[in-house]
């Protein structure tokens, strides 16, 4: 009778240790995966920021180019988020997002999240702008999901064929000159300072309000020359006339 009563009188100081250590894990559990939902968050905040900016001008960083070969299947997810399926249709917007596709899947080694390496979303994304004008041109939408499942699946990115005897082309760079001249070739006559400004900015040398010499702001040796008629508004001024771009070294005053 006297032992029964002993280890009874034990239980109500062992049973809430054992309480206390379960809800002490269960907070800790909770706060490190409060901490990673978080991170997470953060990070994905970050390749929207980055996507949302080539969508508005294609021309990207290097710091932009590791953050997208990063995300993965993450920079389809923000496509999704950010464009409308009416802006689907425009052939600009459609050029604009296979840029980032390709360099969201360019390097897949580089994929961070396990479930960012399988390119789901975009998959659905192509398959949208297949039905779009932009889509239907021959090839377009078939070389972007060739690539993309080529890298995904095998983990390695797809290597250009060179034939032996003829010199290595560097392919990311020739892919970053040729969205930089697409883009540049849409700026027109009629549009605004203001539209310019979004990519370019001025440089040193002699100029007037109404002719000016501007650079890229990625790369200042990618240069226009723009005229200008003059409004009551500086950032309204119409372009009249714009260069071919082209390539020299900077000036400065």
């Known amino acids: ?6 280890s009874m009188s034990v239980l109500p100081v062992v049973l809430p240790f054992f309480l206390v250590a379960a809800l002490t894990h269960s907070l800790s559990f909770a706060t490190v995966a409060q901490n990673r939902a978080q991170k997470e968050s953060a990070s994905f905040k970050n390749v929207e920021e980055t996507v949302s900016k080539l969508l508005s001008v294609p021309v990207y960083t290097a710091s932009d180019e590791k953050l997208l070969n990063e995300a993965g299947d993450g920079a389809a997810l923000a496509i999704t ?16 997002i296979l840029l980032i596709l390709h360099l969201a899947f360019e390097a897949p080694q580089s994929i961070i999240e396990r479930n960012n390496k399988t390119p789901k979303a975009a998959l659905r994304l192509l398959d949208q702008l297949e039905h779009t004008d932009y889509g239907r041109q021959p090839n377009v939408i078939g070389n ?15 290597e250009p064929v060179t034939l032996p005897g003829e010199p290595v082309i560097d392919w990311g760079h020739t892919q970053w000159v040729g969205n930089v001249l697409a883009w540049i ?11 310019l400004l979004r990519a370019f900015t001025t440089e040193g040398g002699l100029s007037t309000r109404t002719q000016r010499t501007y650079v890229l702001k990625q790369c200042p040796t990618i240069k226009v020359d723009v005229e200008f008629s003059i409004s009551g508004n500086e950032a309204k001024d119409k372009i009249t006339q714009i260069s071919r771009p082209y390539l020299d070294y900077g000036h400065y005053d």
Request: net charge positive; proline share 6%; hydrophobic share 30%.
């Open 1 to 6: 009778m006297n032992v029964r009563m002993r």
């Open 81 to 96: 988020r950010i464009v409308g399926v009416q802006e689907m249709n425009s052939p600009e917007t459609g050029r604009r």
């Open 144 to 158: 972007a999901r060739f690539e993309i499942k080529h890298n995904s699946s095998t983990g390695r990115p797809l």
């Open 185 to 195: 070739a849409t700026i027109k006559p009629g549009m605004t300072r203001s539209d």
